[in-house]
């Protein structure tokens, strides 16, 4: 007790009493699978996080940085959590250079609000990056779990578009990589090793992001299938082709049915691919009708086009698909499987098959062109009663993915049977490296610990 | 232990005949494209992952330091075996080992070289994006450790973008899978860390890589300058349209001359700078960007814009961009290429400053350089046996490393530390900056026997 009130009392010193909260009812609604934190704080700079880092690192209090909490449930359930770290007040742009196609800022602002500002700069741009929770997630959120949506099917992910960091260690010290430039290869390149790593390095303060223009026009086409097996050999013919869409995912009914605002789609469309383009006007008008042409060849249902508010809401809906089941309160699981692109086919076919044999209603989204699969499953309200068969069910699904070379993580489920599974997958040779990185770099294991892969 | 215990356990590794350690060899083996210069203890040319494990697990033991090695292009000396001990050459180990276009991805041995890749994918009408300029003698192992880049990565990225897992060998000798075929494995981004590591972390002996359909279209076009700021400004004006080029690239009065004396590309000789333009993508539409990137270059006072109208007037243009080092060559005995990295919008005062470094130090500056991504390589021209010279050219390369660093930009683009900017560091990180990649360091090279002496300069902690 008296080392808590040590804390509050150094965190206030650090923070200003404005800037933190210690109530234990406020605290109690910011549990991490159980585990209530003994204080929250806002630094307001990267200088206020590195005082902080280094009071936890020299009493060895346990840290989670966390932005909006859109996906703080991630991960094993904490060791401990003694301080939570809010980068909310970390919310500037600190240098919006267009000309230069990059974009500095830091960590607690959300990308939307940076993207509101990029699109009225010059003749508009904007970071390549479409992750889950639209209006919440924020910068650092995403990279720190590098989270990314079906546009990276052209764009790629932060690993492609994050090229500076500034960041504060385990140790306190603030620690900067990388820079302004798009080529940099001085020095080791730690922005990497953050990108992804849950909070289990340090905290994220400030990113540089490459830019692009905005393209002059984005349409999406929906092409319907009744036989996911006409669907993924037409997505293997657009991959192979010369064409150039931005995404392309593919749905299951399921799935359909869940989107808000929903897609009108005719009573026999099974399977949806969704494609977006953008680009300049004369290649969209072109590949639409190719699209068009090629659907065909693989018994696809008539297509449907959407422009603008129209294709900007149903790009929305599939990246925001698991903030809406939360809002409605549904209870659900979520995994998302990786594999080998061409693969992407035949592991729908199965997990449906799987989840169907064990009676549980399955909603799925294929990123078809980067082999990634998110499936959402809804147990209903006796969990308890299933737990043996869900650990099963994950054991396949995962044995699914590792035999297409891929892996399966657990996004969310409830801390419950989080504790029974490996919420990361099954572990490879390379985990002795992360470990061992883990162990240099935060040598007293105060940050996130135990969420991470293997208990890192 | 002796060199001659040492050539005898290499020996039962990879056969006699594959450990090398005749003074030529140790020569031959002592120096890469920089101005650097070292000697090895030996040789080894492994023909097996096995091997270089094995290899690694008995430079382990006996504490002997190794550098990994493909052709030696690198220009910071990150080939130098600064500390002795064994380099491991990969020429034997130069297999394609997959091409498999269902999912794609290439799978490499590192001695393969980039353009006998992108031959091969030529077949299928596929492309590996990096293209280094000494993409015909640069391997893949030697991509991976300096994190290459190329004239095409303003628009695709660099090979960290293009690289998506590795077999490693750590330096206990362990043998490890990083990243994959497919995307997004759970876990740290080991893949991303090692590349451009410069091997001091581990040794990659295959390597998983992007290969994407080759675009439908592409357009080149050379614009020529009497000026070598309007065709910096272009560079702005272009990207400032909103159109990503492919490339775009600008070699300046002193390159011209060298290429076209040797090279013969068609570049003017009375030009003060030339800008090599590329776009590709969809077909549909191209033209119209053309023609607008043609007004753009005019607008900016471009005395006459050339566009390439068959395949051969293509390669012609690209010939006189990627043979420019060697042209410059010629000029002088030696040159230093420096690697300077701007933010792009800097390119025009940057380059000022540069030129007026080589008048201070009265030696000729060449520019060939990445405009698109501000990457700068001036080359400064000198003689190395000329002592004072010798002396004037690094501290005139320091100097202009320092003008890229206050400009907000970094000291290696995508050539790498190395042995020859480690102490230029300093202008870009701090000490504390270095300690964490120290860390990084220990985590995989605890006793420092990977290219040890590279990239991190020494801090007080």
Same mark, same amino acid.
């Given at each position: 007790?008296?080392?808590?009130?040590? $804390?509050?009392?150094?965190?206030?010193?650090?923070?200003?009493?404005?800037?933190? /909260?210690?109530?234990?009812?406020?605290?109690?609604? $910011?549990?991490?699978?159980?585990?209530?934190?003994?204080? $929250?704080?806002?630094?307001?700079?990267?200088?206020?996080?590195?005082?902080?880092?280094?009071?936890?690192?020299?009493?060895?209090?346990?840290?989670?940085?966390?932005?909006?909490?859109?996906?703080?449930?991630?991960?094993?359930?904490?060791?401990?959590?003694?301080?939570?770290?809010?980068?909310?007040?970390?919310?500037?742009?600190?240098?919006?250079?267009?000309?230069?196609?990059?974009?500095?800022?830091?960590?607690?602002?959300?990308?939307?609000?940076?993207?509101?500002?990029?699109?009225?700069?010059?003749?508009?741009?904007?970071?390549?990056?479409?992750?889950?929770?639209?209006?919440?997630?924020?910068?650092?959120?995403?990279?720190?779990?590098?989270?990314?949506?079906?546009?990276?099917?052209?764009?790629?992910?932060?690993?492609?578009?994050? /090229?500076?960091?500034?960041?504060?260690?385990?140790?306190?010290?603030?620690?900067?990589?990388?820079?302004?430039?798009?080529?940099?290869?001085?020095?080791?390149?730690?922005?990497?090793?953050?990108?992804?790593?849950?909070?289990?390095?340090?905290?994220?303060?400030?990113?540089?992001?490459?830019?692009?223009?905005?393209?002059?026009?984005?349409?999406?086409?929906? /092409?319907?299938?009744?036989?996911?097996?006409?669907?993924?050999?037409?997505?293997?013919?657009? /991959?192979?082709?010369?064409?150039?869409?931005?995404?392309?995912?593919?749905?299951?009914?399921?799935?359909?049915?869940?989107?808000?605002?929903?897609?009108?789609?005719?009573?026999?469309?099974?399977?949806?691919?969704?494609?977006?383009?953008?680009?300049?006007?004369?290649?969209?008008?072109?590949?639409?009708?190719?699209?068009?042409?090629?659907?065909?060849?693989?018994?696809?249902?008539?297509?449907?086009?959407?422009?603008?508010?129209?294709?900007?809401?149903?790009?929305?809906?599939?990246?925001?698909?698991?903030?809406?089941?939360?809002?409605?309160?549904?209870?659900?699981? *979520?995994?998302?499987?990786?594999?080998?692109?061409?693969?992407?086919?035949?592991?729908?076919?199965?997990?449906?098959?799987?989840?169907?044999?064990?009676?549980?209603?399955?909603?799925?989204?294929?990123?078809?062109?980067?082999?990634?699969?998110?499936?959402?499953?809804?147990?209903?309200?006796?969990?308890?009663?299933?737990?043996?068969?869900?650990?099963? $069910?994950?054991?396949?699904?995962?044995?699914?993915?590792?035999?297409?070379?891929?892996?399966?993580?657990?996004?969310?489920?409830?801390?419950?049977?989080?504790?029974?599974?490996?919420?990361?997958?099954?572990?490879?040779?390379?985990?002795?490296?992360?470990?061992?990185?883990?162990?240099?770099?935060?040598?007293?294991?105060?940050? *996130?610990?135990?969420?991470?892969?293997?208990?890192? | 232990?002796?060199?001659?215990?040492?050539?005898?356990?290499?020996?039962?590794?990879?056969?006699?005949?594959?450990?090398?350690?005749?003074?030529?060899?140790?020569?031959?083996?002592?120096?890469?494209?920089?101005?650097?210069?070292?000697?090895?203890?030996?040789?080894?040319?492994?023909?097996?992952?096995?091997?270089?494990?094995?290899?690694?697990?008995?430079?382990? &033991?006996?504490?002997?330091?190794?550098?990994?090695?493909?052709?030696?292009?690198?220009?910071?000396?990150?080939?130098?075996?600064?500390?002795?001990?064994?380099?491991?050459?990969?020429?034997?180990?130069?297999?394609?080992?997959?091409?498999?276009?269902?999912?794609?991805?290439?799978?490499?041995?590192?001695?393969?070289?980039?353009?006998?890749?992108?031959?091969?994918?030529?077949?299928?009408?596929?492309?590996?994006?990096?293209?280094?300029?000494?993409?015909?003698?640069?391997?893949?192992?030697?991509?991976?450790?300096?994190?290459?880049?190329?004239?095409?990565?303003?628009?695709?990225?660099?090979?960290?973008?293009?690289?998506?897992?590795?077999?490693?060998?750590?330096?206990?000798?362990?043998?490890?899978?990083?990243?994959?075929?497919?995307?997004?494995?759970?876990?740290?981004?080991?893949?991303?860390?090692?590349?451009?590591?410069?091997?001091?972390?581990?040794?990659?002996?295959?390597?998983?890589? &992007?290969?994407?359909?080759?675009?439908?279209?592409?357009?080149?076009?050379?614009?020529?300058?009497?000026?070598?700021?309007?065709?910096?400004?272009?560079?702005?004006?272009?990207?400032?349209?909103?159109?990503?080029?492919?490339?775009?690239?600008?070699?300046?009065?002193?390159?011209?001359?060298?290429?076209?004396?040797?090279?013969?590309?068609?570049?003017?000789?009375?030009?003060?700078?030339?800008?090599?333009?590329?776009?590709?993508?969809?077909?549909?539409?191209?033209?119209?960007?053309?023609?607008?990137?043609?007004?753009?270059?005019?607008?900016?006072?471009? &005395?006459?814009?050339?566009?390439?109208?068959?395949?051969?007037?293509?390669?012609?243009?690209?010939?006189?961009?990627?043979?420019?080092?060697?042209?410059?060559?010629?000029?002088?005995?030696?040159?230093?290429?420096?690697?300077?990295?701007?933010?792009?919008?800097?390119?025009?005062?940057?380059?000022?400053?540069?030129?007026?470094?080589?008048?201070?130090?009265?030696?000729?500056?060449?520019?060939?350089?990445?405009?698109?991504?501000?990457?700068?390589?001036?080359?400064?021209?000198?003689?190395?046996?000329?002592?004072?010279?010798?002396?004037?050219?690094?501290?005139?390369?320091?100097?202009?490393?320092?003008?890229?660093?206050?400009?907000?930009?970094?000291?290696?683009?995508?050539?790498?530390?190395?042995?020859?900017?480690?102490?230029?560091?300093?202008?870009?990180?701090?000490?504390?900056?270095?300690?964490?990649?120290?860390?990084?360091? &220990?985590?995989?090279?605890?006793?420092?026997?990977?290219?040890?002496?590279?990239?991190?300069?020494?801090?007080?902690?």
């Amino acid at each position: 007790m008296i080392r808590t009130e040590k $804390l509050i009392s150094k965190m206030k010193e650090i923070v200003g009493e404005a800037h933190l /909260i210690r109530d234990s009812d406020r605290l109690k609604t $910011l549990r991490i699978d159980g585990k209530r934190p003994k204080v $929250l704080v806002y630094p307001g700079d990267t200088e206020e996080v590195s005082r902080i880092v280094a009071y936890a690192f020299d009493h060895t209090l346990a840290i989670i940085p966390m932005g909006n909490g859109t996906k703080i449930e991630v991960g094993n359930p904490p060791e401990k959590v003694d301080i939570l770290l809010s980068t909310q007040r970390l919310n500037r742009i600190t240098d919006c250079d267009c000309d230069n196609l990059t974009l500095t800022a830091e960590s607690g602002i959300t990308l939307k609000e940076v993207q509101k500002r990029l699109a009225q700069e010059g003749r508009g741009y904007f970071i390549p990056l479409d992750p889950p929770f639209t209006e919440k997630a924020t910068l650092g959120g995403i990279i720190a779990t590098n989270s990314s949506g079906p546009r990276r099917y052209m764009y790629g992910t932060a690993r492609d578009l994050v /090229i500076g960091m500034k960041a504060v260690f385990p140790n306190g010290d603030i620690v900067v990589s990388g820079g302004k430039t798009v080529k940099n290869v001085s020095g080791y390149d730690l922005s990497k090793l953050l990108i992804g790593s849950y909070g289990t390095l340090g905290v994220i303060c400030e990113m540089t992001f490459k830019l692009l223009p905005i393209p002059e026009k984005e349409v999406t086409v929906l /092409i319907p299938f009744i036989r996911l097996e006409d669907g993924d050999a037409f997505v293997q013919e657009i /991959i192979d082709s010369q064409l150039l869409p931005s995404s392309i995912d593919t749905l299951n009914r399921p799935a359909m049915e869940r989107l808000k605002p929903p897609v009108s789609l005719t009573e026999e469309t099974r399977y949806l691919v969704a494609i977006g383009l953008d680009g300049v006007m004369e290649g969209i008008e072109r590949e639409i009708s190719e699209l068009r042409e090629r659907g065909k060849k693989y018994q696809s249902l008539d297509p449907l086009i959407l422009y603008s508010q129209e294709h900007q809401s149903f790009w929305s809906a599939l990246r925001d698909f698991s903030e809406t089941l939360k809002r409605q309160r549904i209870l659900f699981l *979520s995994f998302k499987s990786n594999f080998l692109i061409s693969k992407g086919g035949e592991v729908m076919k199965r997990y449906e098959k799987i989840m169907s044999q064990t009676g549980i209603e399955s909603a799925l989204i294929w990123r078809s062109g980067n082999g990634i699969l998110y499936s959402y499953l809804f147990p209903g309200r006796s969990l308890k009663s299933k737990m043996e068969s869900m650990i099963e $069910l994950i054991r396949q699904l995962t044995s699914e993915a590792i035999k297409n070379e891929g892996n399966m993580m657990v996004e969310s489920a409830p801390t419950i049977l989080k504790k029974k599974i490996s919420v990361w997958g099954e572990m490879r040779p390379e985990y002795q490296v992360m470990r061992r990185l883990k162990e240099e770099i935060d040598p007293r294991g105060i940050f *996130s610990p135990g969420r991470f892969i293997g208990g890192i | 232990m002796n060199r001659d215990q040492m050539i005898e356990e290499l020996s039962k590794i990879v056969g006699k005949e594959n450990v090398l350690f005749s003074e030529t060899d140790l020569l031959l083996y002592g120096y890469d494209a920089s101005l650097f210069k070292a000697k090895p203890d030996c040789i080894v040319l492994p023909n097996s992952t096995e091997e270089v494990s094995q290899i690694v697990k008995f430079a382990h &033991r006996e504490k002997i330091p190794i550098v990994a090695r493909g052709s030696g292009t690198n220009l910071s000396g990150g080939t130098i075996p600064a500390r002795g001990g064994i380099v491991i050459h990969f020429s034997r180990m130069n297999r394609v080992l997959e091409i498999d276009i269902k999912n794609q991805r290439a799978v490499v041995e590192p001695g393969v070289f980039t353009l006998t890749l992108k031959n091969q994918l030529a077949r299928y009408g596929y492309v590996y994006q990096p293209d280094p300029a000494s993409e015909r003698v640069s391997t893949f192992g030697g991509n991976f450790g300096e994190n290459s880049g190329g004239p095409h990565c303003l628009k695709y990225g660099v090979t960290t973008n293009h690289v998506l897992g590795a077999e490693i060998v750590l330096p206990d000798g362990e043998i490890i899978w990083v990243g994959g075929k497919a995307l997004d494995h759970p876990g740290y981004d080991l893949t991303g860390l090692l590349v451009g590591s410069e091997g001091t972390l581990g040794i990659a002996t295959k390597l998983v890589l &992007r290969i994407v359909p080759k675009p439908e279209a592409v357009k080149t076009m050379l614009a020529i300058y009497n000026s070598l700021e309007d065709a910096g400004r272009t560079v702005s004006a272009i990207i400032a349209e909103g159109i990503v080029p492919a490339t775009l690239e600008m070699l300046d009065r002193l390159t011209i001359k060298a290429v076209e004396e040797s090279i013969h590309a068609g570049f003017p000789l009375d030009a003060e700078a030339v800008l090599l333009i590329e776009i590709d993508g969809l077909k549909d539409g191209m033209e119209r960007l053309a023609e607008r990137i043609i007004e753009i270059c005019k607008e900016n006072r471009a &005395r006459e814009v050339k566009a390439a109208r068959t395949e051969e007037e293509r390669a012609q243009l690209w010939a006189g961009r990627k043979g420019a080092f060697g042209a410059v060559a010629r000029l002088r005995p030696n040159y230093l290429v420096c690697d300077g990295t701007v933010p792009r919008t800097k390119l025009p005062e940057v380059l000022t400053r540069v030129m007026e470094v080589g008048k201070k130090y009265n030696l000729p500056i060449a520019n060939v350089f990445h405009a698109g991504d501000g990457n700068l390589h001036p080359l400064i021209l000198f003689d190395e046996r000329n002592e004072e010279e010798l002396k004037k050219v690094h501290l005139a390369g320091s100097e202009i490393l320092k003008i890229c660093a206050e400009a907000g930009g970094t000291i290696s683009g995508e050539h790498g530390i190395g042995t020859e900017k480690k102490k230029e560091m300093f202008f870009v990180f701090t000490p504390k900056d270095i300690s964490a990649m120290r860390k990084v360091k &220990r985590a995989f090279d605890p006793e420092d026997l990977f290219n040890p002496g590279k990239v991190l300069p020494e801090v007080q902690t």
